[in-house]
């Protein structure tokens, strides 16, 4: 079993950047798609980013291609998304999650194992 812990989240200005980390426990990591999805206030949770279990493949969202990258290192655990010039709408609680597959998906409900989430708070 995995178990993810995200940090890095903070209150940000627009144009700022931000890298949040996912620390997984467990022995499966390596071999796990990881993907970080986010939930504003009274939306939906949707699809971020992804990345296959080594690195080589990534999926990101339309709203933050060319902005956000994911990146992980399986000899810490760790799973990455720096985040670039951001938007007041990038304002969410960031969730990081694992998949039981290698390859990676934007549909959540293939996410197996959460995290509890960082808040991530861009003003104007």
């Known amino acids: 079993q995995v178990h993810p812990v995200e940090s890095g989240g903070g209150l940000m200005q627009a144009g700022d950047a931000l890298k949040l980390a996912c620390a997984v426990s467990?022995?499966?990591?390596?071999?796990?798609?990881m993907g970080w999805f986010r939930q504003a206030p009274g939306k939906e949770r949707e699809f971020v980013a992804a990345?296959?279990?080594?690195?080589?493949?990534?999926l990101y969202a339309d709203s933050v291609k060319g902005r956000f990258t994911i990146s992980r290192d399986n000899a810490a655990n760790t799973v990455y998304l720096q985040m670039n010039s951001l938007v007041p709408d990038d304002t969410a609680v960031y969730y990081c999650?694992?998949?039981?597959?290698?390859?990676?998906?934007?549909?959540?409900?293939?996410?197996?194992?959460w995290g509890q989430g960082t808040q991530v708070t861009v003003s104007s």
């Open positions: 999650a694992a998949r039981e597959l290698q390859d990676v998906s934007n549909w959540d409900a293939t996410y197996d194992i």
């Open positions: 467990g022995r499966t990591f390596s071999s796990r798609a």
């Open positions: 990345i296959n279990w080594s690195g080589e493949k990534t």
